[in-house]
């Protein structure tokens, strides 16, 4: 081979390197043309700023970005602190009412109650009232409540449970008969919400001479000495629960 074909040799593969690398710098530029630019005001290693809040926003906070509030994720965390039920201790005769507490005063707040009794679903009542009459005794009740701040659903607060106690029985004295013997007999009555079984008894001071069945609620009255006027005792009516009732009667001796 002549010296002549090696020299053009060499410069046909200088030419083919010279391609080569100019192909590869192309492709480096044409990367680095369509990569997204960093931005320029984050430093190496800080992270990415976050979006403001669902609060920020409804709390006036610029966001920078007009981002409407009403586009963005529900308010978390709750802005509920507690919920309350008044009466704290229910029985069968009381409407249960739900007392929300809250330290937010930004927007307008509504409330949305879901009741349950024994963990199911009280479908047709939606205000903060459980009235009574749809639970009885045993029984457990929650409420969940949503708050919708200027129409922005909120997280859901879930209450406590409370459990309806026993209802005290009614007491009222309905006969007054005078025997011959100056023996007198009072009858007195309960009724129980319950319908547990209710007994009798009588209260001090208790009048001399005066005794009651605790199971009939009948009192007979044996005065060491008939006197007309006026005389005024106290009785109760306790269930089997300890609900007591107490109450003061009178009844006249002509």
């Known amino acids: 081979m002549s010296t002549t074909k090696i020299k053009k040799t060499k410069k046909q593969r200088q030419g083919y390197i010279y391609i080569l690398l100019g192909i590869i710098a192309l492709s480096l530029l044409f990367y680095l043309f369509l990569r997204k630019p960093v931005d320029k005001k984050m430093s190496v290693g800080e992270p990415p700023k976050s979006s403001p809040s669902i609060l920020e926003i409804i709390a006036g906070k610029d966001t920078g970005k007009g981002m409407p509030a009403r586009v963005l994720e529900e308010i978390k965390p709750s802005i509920i602190k507690s919920v309350r039920f008044t009466p704290e201790d229910p029985n069968i005769l009381d409407s249960i009412k739900a007392e929300v507490s809250t330290d937010y005063d930004h927007g307008n707040i509504i409330y949305e109650y879901l009741w349950e009794i024994n963990n199911k679903l ?11 009459g749809i639970f009885k005794k045993g029984d457990a009740i929650r409420v969940f409540v949503t708050p919708f701040v200027d129409g922005i659903k909120g997280h859901t607060y879930e209450s406590r449970f409370v459990v309806i106690h026993s209802a005290p029985p009614s007491l009222d004295l309905i006969e007054t008969k005078q025997k011959l013997n100056n023996t007198i007999e009072l009858q007195l009555v309960s009724k129980d919400p319950d319908n547990d079984k209710v007994t009798f008894s009588l209260e001090e001071p208790v009048i001399k001479g ?3 069945d605790k199971e009939t609620g009948k009192i007979i009255y044996k005065p060491e000495k008939k006197e007309k006027g006026t005389y005024k005792f106290r009785a109760s009516a306790t269930d089997i629960d300890g609900a007591k009732i107490t109450k003061t009667f009178e009844f006249k001796i002509d």
């Not at 009280?122 to 009574?132: E, Q």
């Open 122 to 132: 009280v479908t047709d009542i939606k205000g903060d009232t459980l009235p009574a």
């Open 210 to 212: 005066m005794s009651i």
